[in-house]
């Protein structure tokens, strides 16, 4: 009866045909379920954020001892990282001290084998001018026992020897009537 009284309606109102008159209804119809389809997911978004907020409570409630640990750990981390740290720290500045102490043992080391090379060219010229003033004293034995003998030693035997400042001192002292 309502649908009859609604064509009667429609008719009155102005002249259309049956096609017209269902799209108008379906129109309606649509209209009426999109408001319905609106309001029931108003209605899931309501509930899904009541649900979103009851999820975050419980999360929040059962993670937080987790997130206490974590925290926990992460000082602790922290603590094992600086004491780490410290004992480079330490380590570095001990092989610093001894690179320096063995850079300064080295340099002694240098400078006493310097001393000691003088030294041993010191020696070194010592027993060279022992070794001439020895040589130069067996040659003017030589050259005085000539003498004294009368020239009888034969001169193949004497040594070649460079005649030094001290062999002829000791000549000019044998030919001067000697000591």
């Not at 108003?42 to 649900?51: K, M, S, T």
């Not at 937080?64 to 410290?86: C, H, Y």
């Not at 084998?113 to 003033?133: K, P, S």
Request: proline share 3%.
């Amino acid at each position: 009866m309502v649908t009859s009284s609604l064509f009667g309606l429609l008719q009155v109102v102005s002249p259309r045909d049956t096609l017209s008159i269902v799209s108008d209804v379906s129109g309606i119809v649509m209209a009426a379920a999109v408001l319905v389809v609106a309001v029931l997911a108003a209605l899931l978004i309501l509930r899904v954020n009541r649900l979103l907020r009851e999820i975050r409570i419980s999360m929040h409630q059962n993670l937080g001892p987790v997130s206490d640990r974590a925290r926990a750990i992460s000082d602790n981390l922290e603590f094992i990282t600086q004491a780490v740290r410290s004992d480079v720290e330490q380590l570095n500045a001990s092989v610093t001290a001894l690179t320096e102490r063995l850079h300064l043992a080295s340099d002694r080391m240098e400078e006493r084998i310097e001393d000691f090379n003088a030294l041993m060219e010191v020696v070194q010229g010592e027993a060279e001018d022992i070794f001439l003033d020895t040589a130069s004293a067996v040659r003017g034995v030589r050259e005085g026992a000539r003498t004294i003998s009368g020239g009888s030693v034969a001169p193949a035997h004497r040594p070649k020897v460079a005649p030094t400042e001290q062999d002829s001192e000791d000549e000019d002292a044998t030919a001067g009537g000697g000591d």
